[in-house]
């Protein structure tokens, strides 16, 4: 792929199955041992990896040439790579959007494609969710120091850890308050889940790079949703 990026890629399964492409969620996230549980190692030769800027993928948390398209190029980047005519696909939530895209672009590319926790981000989705995130931040600002998404990024890109770290601490503590203690969130905050919240910001702030022909695109006869 594109330089500065280098992408960590893991395959796993049978040298000779049928050769399948797990896409993960995020954006900011990454593959895990648990993203091969979806598929029989004797049937399928599996290839999981993190998108460009998550995981174990390098620069971490690189924003630069980093965008819904050249995500989508990375997949075939990776299919031919590996030398497949074709490949099927498995894309979970943010994953699924990039499947659907890859499976229009390269229909002649698929097999077969899976979507699960379809994740489509049209305006019709994006503007409720868009709130959601910004109701999230509200209650943890003052009318003298409002929190805003835009904020919160500009300090996560900004060179000062310390800053950053309290931006991805503030994001946390608004998604994540419910679910976890203050020791908890304050030990969730290191450098990957700094990355990760960067990139999740930067696609969204991005409207995921939503292009306007995106509204009509088409699901595959291949694609089980």
């Not at 924003?63 to 590996?82: G, Y």
């Not at 489509?120 to 969710?129: G, L, Q």
């Not at 109701?135 to 943890?140: A, D, G, K, T, V």
């Not at 904020?151 to 994001?171: F, K």
């Amino acid at each position: 792929v594109q330089a500065p990026h280098v992408l960590y890629v893991d395959e796993s399964g049978s040298p000779e199955g049928l050769p399948v492409v797990f896409i993960h969620g995020g954006p900011g996230a990454g593959c895990d041992a648990q993203s091969r549980c979806y598929f029989d190692p004797n049937l399928y030769r599996i290839i999981t990896f993190d998108q460009r800027g998550c995981g174990r993928s390098l620069p971490q948390g690189r924003l630069t040439k980093n965008c819904t398209a050249l995500l989508v190029e990375d997949i075939d980047s990776l299919r031919q790579f590996f030398g497949f005519e074709k490949i099927s696909l498995l894309g979970v939530s943010w994953g699924s959007w990039l499947v659907l895209q890859y499976q229009h672009q390269y229909q002649e590319r698929v097999l077969r494609s899976v979507v699960a926790s379809v994740f489509v981000p049209i305006e019709e989705v994006y503007a409720p969710y868009d709130q959601a995130l910004a109701n999230s931040l509200s209650h943890l600002g003052s009318p003298d120091n409002p929190h805003t998404l835009q904020h919160i990024h500009d300090a996560l890109c900004s060179d000062n850890a310390e800053r950053q770290r309290a931006a991805a601490l503030l994001w946390s503590k608004a998604q994540l308050c419910d679910k976890l203690s203050t020791d908890q969130l304050e030990a969730f905050v290191d450098d990957v889940a700094i990355a990760s919240i960067r990139l999740d910001l930067h696609y969204h702030l991005n409207r995921y790079f939503c292009r306007p022909a995106d509204v009509s695109l088409q699901v595959g006869a291949m694609t089980t949703m």
